[in-house]
């Protein structure tokens, strides 16, 4: 990995779960690889005031905690790169103090005047936050001269979490306002899957081996399924979940990420501009649900009540009569030649059977069964599994004869990753903020595939998915696999899920 440019990391929202959990292990992380520069420093800001000091002491023991294999000399050295400002970043108070701290660890440090912004906020704090920061002349667009940057131009840019939007007016909103601040090269819509070895590995998976490109289209694929499920609950965050709900939480970001790798053209090379190209393309080829019949394209649900927990409409903060959906599976079609009539099948909930991640291709059956007088059951279609979490693997299950008198059933060979390359997962979140900090954008949503994104779920959401929020409440139990519509959905193809 190429080392990135220097620059100083501030945090908008430093206190919160997401930095202590993810952001800090993750930039540890690549610091102890030696990825990180050695002259970047991160600078959180949040309301609560506190300390350099505090602050680091704070994030050590979550260190400790997520990072396999701490290292106390690791962190002696990364604490250094570490610093805190208090401040309501929605706000223009803390923006003069900001600047002159951004300046003092610039001129210490020699990070070339580089700002990376990373909102790990509220997304109704997004565009408050962008206008502060265009008022304080916080960003120069590259033009101050640099000596330290290759283009000995500074920069600075903008990553932004999700959900990006709440639908697609809000979405087209927020684009526009960060387009008055930022070029649109300097904004990353981050989605930490991407950041996944296992995601990332689809392309490879696909356009480097000749073994598999040459089938991935509609003759011999039958169908997709996506599967995003989880064995927990809302838990603690149900003001934040009831207005968000499993679609907006999931499908829209992280599922349709991994179906437009599944699903995208080969990209005329491997770099920014040509594989977000692709995927605008594809995205732009789903297909809208007709508005009067959503139900047939689409199951929702929400989690009843067992021993351990509440059902989801009864818990503290979900508001009554609720039809927030904590299980979302969706059907999707393109309309292009590659997959031309083949389902995507995409499904996420909480409280289900098992914590799984995966992507599962489902090839069509041998057009002809020379075999079916001696086969005990019908032959089925080969199948590519890639499992993205809890393990890391693929997956290619194809049919071999039983050892004994002739008979056929299906076996599996796999590629397990902690097995084949003897190392540690690294936090996804790491690479992606390395690709920030060098410029690439390979990874990052552009803002019409974010859009149209958005425009693919919108009858999800809207008034056309009344029908399938109609009996919504505890419609599936705790353990489960999701409402029996959810097996309907792939029933009335023929179909079943994968699990």
């Known amino acids: 990995m190429k080392l990135a440019d220097p620059c100083v990391l501030i945090i908008l929202g430093a206190s ?5 959990r993810k952001l800090i292990p993750a930039m540890y992380e690549m610091a102890e690889a030696g990825f990180l520069n050695p002259a970047t420093c991160i600078l959180g800001m949040s309301r609560t005031t506190k300390s350099d000091a505090a602050w680091r002491a704070e994030l050590k023991p979550w260190l400790q905690k997520q990072v396999k294999d701490f290292r106390e000399e690791v962190w002696t050295e990364f604490a250094k790169r570490i610093f805190y400002i208090a401040g309501d970043a929605a706000t223009n108070e803390p923006y003069a103090r900001l600047s002159a701290r951004v300046a003092e660890l610039d001129a210490q440090r020699k990070c070339g005047q580089n700002i990376l912004f990373f909102m790990s906020v509220a997304s109704e704090l997004y565009e408050p936050i962008v206008a502060q920061i265009e008022t304080a002349g916080m960003v120069t667009e590259g033009r101050r001269w ?7 131009k500074s920069w600075q840019r903008i990553i932004v979490e999700k959900p990006f939007g709440f639908d697609d007016k809000s979405a087209e909103g927020l684009n526009r306002a960060l387009g008055r601040v930022f070029e649109e090269d ?8 991407l950041g996944k070895e296992v995601v990332q590995n689809l392309l490879v998976f696909r356009f480097a081996n000749s073994l598999f490109e040459p089938v991935w289209n509609h003759h011999y694929i039958d169908h997709v399924q996506i599967t995003a499920a989880e064995t927990v609950g809302v838990g603690q965050r149900t003001a934040f ?7 907006r939480d999931m499908i829209q970001s992280h599922l349709l990420q991994m179906m437009a790798f599944v699903a995208m053209e080969p990209p005329t090379s491997f770099s920014a501009d040509h594989i977000r190209s692709e995927k605008i393309k594809v995205v732009n080829a789903l297909q809208t649900p007709p508005l009067d019949n959503v139900s047939q394209w689409g199951s929702l649900g929400q989690y009843a009540a067992d021993a351990t927990e509440g059902a989801y409409h009864d818990l503290k903060g979900v508001e009554p009569n609720s039809k927030t959906e904590t299980f979302a599976a969706l059907k999707m079609h393109f309309d292009n030649w590659r997959w031309s009539k083949v389902p995507f099948y995409l499904r996420t909930g909480k409280r289900l059977a098992r914590k799984s991640t995966q992507v599962v291709i489902e090839f069509k059956p041998p057009a002809a069964n020379l075999f079916h007088k001696i ?9 590519i599994t890639i499992d993205i979490a809890p ?3 693929f997956k290619i299950q194809f049919n071999t004869k039983i050892p004994g008198p002739m008979n056929i059933r299906p076996v599996e060979m796999d590629m397990n990753y902690a097995d084949s390359f003897k190392s540690n997962a690294v936090e996804a ?3 992606l903020m390395m690709d920030a900090m060098r410029g690439d954008q390979s990874l990052f949503k552009h803002r019409l595939e974010v859009e149209g994104a958005w425009g693919a779920i919108m009858p999800f959401l809207n008034e056309a998915s009344a029908p399938l929020r109609k009996n919504i409440r505890g419609n599936y139990a705790p353990g489960s696999w999701g409402p029996r519509s959810a097996t309907d959905l792939l029933a009335r193809d023929g179909r079943t899920w994968a699990e």
Request: hydrophobic share 25%.
């Open 16 to 20: 919160g779960d997401l930095t202590s």
């Open 146 to 152: 640099c000596s330290i940057s290759p283009n000995n």
């Open 186 to 193: 300097a904004i990353y819509r981050i989605d930490h899957y």
């Open 241 to 247: 979940y009831d207005k968000t709900g499993a679609i």
């Open 375 to 383: 086969m005990d059951t019908p032959m089925v279609g080969n199948r």
């Open 391 to 393: 393990k890391e693997q």
């Open 429 to 431: 979140y790491g690479p």
